[in-house]
């Protein structure tokens, strides 16, 4: 007798997860990278909060080297008086020879207290452009971080005869001198005054451009 065979039921489908699984895995997903963002954002908090975003101001930029780890000012209003007055007398020949005019540029120095200043004419996209160049005096010009803060020191008297309505303070800060930036801009803050900042390479010249070439930002 044959036995006649079964046949296979066909089986009912079961249910898909593959949509659970998507979702379940993109939300550990997040969850992961919402961690690893409030670890680093609590690892660097303190730096944040000393860094406000930058910002551009109308006010006078009154200026400032670190460098040593010491603050040495620029006396930019110094060397203004001077390079003005040197305008003055170049503007009273206008038949000046161009060469001449070279020169005259080329010869000009002015010594602030730790700085000499010089001009150069220069020629940049067909149109003159006066470079006005920091070279600093003395290696060991200005004051050290433990002095800034004193009563009697350049920076309080300096700014004790600035505005923080007018003014803001401007550093230029070389690679081994945050220290003495962070220190002086506590005590800028601490009076009131904004503060901006340039890092500068150990080499690089402090140089500034005629026609408003150096865009000044603060904090």
Known sequence: MKRSRRRPQPQQPSQNLDSFLDVLTNTVGVMIFVCLFASLTAA??????????????????????????????????????????????????????????????????????????????VNFGGQPIIQTLFQPRDRFGGESVASLDASTSTFRQTLRRLSPSRHSLIFFVRPDSFDCFRAARAIAWRNGFDVGWEPMTEDRAIIFVSGGGRRVTVQ
């Not at 670190?66 to 170049?90: H, W």
């Not at 009273?92 to 070279?102: T, Y």
């Open 44 to 121: 660097v908090s303190p730096a944040l909060v000393r860094t406000p975003i930058a910002r551009e101001t109308r006010k006078q930029g009154y200026f400032f080297e670190c460098r040593g780890n010491r603050a040495i000012p620029l006396d930019e209003d110094n060397a203004s008086a001077a390079i003005q007055q040197f305008f003055r007398r170049v503007n009273d020949n206008p038949f000046v020879d161009p060469q001449h005019l070279q020169r005259q540029f080329r010869d000009f120095s002015h010594n602030t207290r730790y700085y000499t200043v010089r001009l150069s004419l």
